[in-house]
């Protein structure tokens, strides 16, 4: 008599670490209600095993206590062992801070916008007084947008970030910031290479004095990067408003359960994630949870 199928979970952080906290493990037989099992307050593992599972498609569900909760179907047989590998994103919530680099830690091109910056809320402060007034959710939006930006490069070589003259709003969604003339043609000029596509920028409002000059994104399905021009009147001065698309970027990349970001914005915690397990790209800092 057969002593029914096997499920092995492997759960690991987009590093491919072990989880911390708590989970919770629920599995429910899709067509037999009474085939259900709940594992709870489990110690998270590189490696959780369910044995003894009748036959048939499961719906696995996931409740981390530092992570965003998942949900995916899994098929298992009799007799066999079915391994399943998830990636779970953590929980902005639960963060408690991140790691992020020195100021003399950073890579030279950044010090050097930074040192040539006048932010709003901090008209005094440039370089590193500038850097270390920055919270961690302010932090963290720079670093992503940067990192985004530097690995966008058009086919001369030279990367979006280099086009930055100076920072004038830092918020963890998104920076405002002066750019060269050149760098909207540079932009343009993309489109036939399908680096960017043209898009919406209609939620984008210009600031005082600058009317709207076009809207683009890059290709990514998830976390694509999108330049908002704005040009100001009666001078040939730009002025960009950098962002990073979260869309469903959260929720399709790591099969999240939905009803748990009813109502979210973008965050950058979500956008860290979605970089690094999607895009393969570190953003400079790790989140502590």
């Not at 004038?168 to 760098?183: E, N, Q, T």
Request: glycine share 6%; proline share 4%; charged share 25%.
């Amino acid at each position: 008599m057969s002593d029914g199928g096997k499920l092995i979970l492997y759960l690991r952080d987009v590093y491919g670490s072990k989880l911390n906290g708590r989970l919770d493990i629920h599995l429910q037989h899709t067509i037999l209600q009474s085939e259900s099992r709940v594992a709870r307050d489990v110690r998270p593992s590189m490696r959780n095993t369910l044995s003894g599972l009748v036959p048939g498609i499961y719906r696995v569900s996931i409740f981390p206590t530092r992570y965003r909760p998942i949900r995916f179907f899994t098929m298992v047989q009799d007799g066999q062992t079915k391994k399943e590998t998830r990636t779970l994103p953590v929980d902005p919530e639960k963060v408690t801070g991140i790691q992020a680099p020195e100021f003399a830690d950073l890579p030279d091109d950044l010090k050097h916008v930074l040192n040539h910056s006048e932010v709003e809320s901090y008209p005094d402060k440039k370089g590193e007084y500038l850097y270390l007034s920055f919270d961690h959710i302010q932090k963290a939006g720079l670093l992503n947008i940067y990192h985004k930006m530097h690995a966008t490069s058009f086919q001369n070589g030279r990367n979006c970030f280099s086009f930055v003259i100076s920072l004038i709003r830092v918020r963890g969604d998104r920076f405002f910031a002066r750019v060269s003339v050149d760098f909207r043609d540079e932009v343009k000029n993309s489109l036939s290479d399908h680096l960017f596509h043209e898009a919406d920028d209609s939620l984008h409002n210009p600031p005082v004095g600058y009317s709207r000059a076009g809207s683009f994104k890059t290709q990514d399905q998830y976390g694509n990067l999108q330049l908002s021009f704005f040009l100001k009147n009666d001078s040939l001065d730009f002025m960009i408003d950098a962002d990073i698309d979260n869309a469903a970027g959260i929720l399709h990349c790591f099969q999240v359960i939905q009803h748990h970001l009813t109502g979210e914005g973008t965050h950058p915690y979500d956008i860290h994630e979605i970089l690094v397990q999607h895009q393969k790209l570190d953003p400079g800092y790790k989140l502590l949870v």
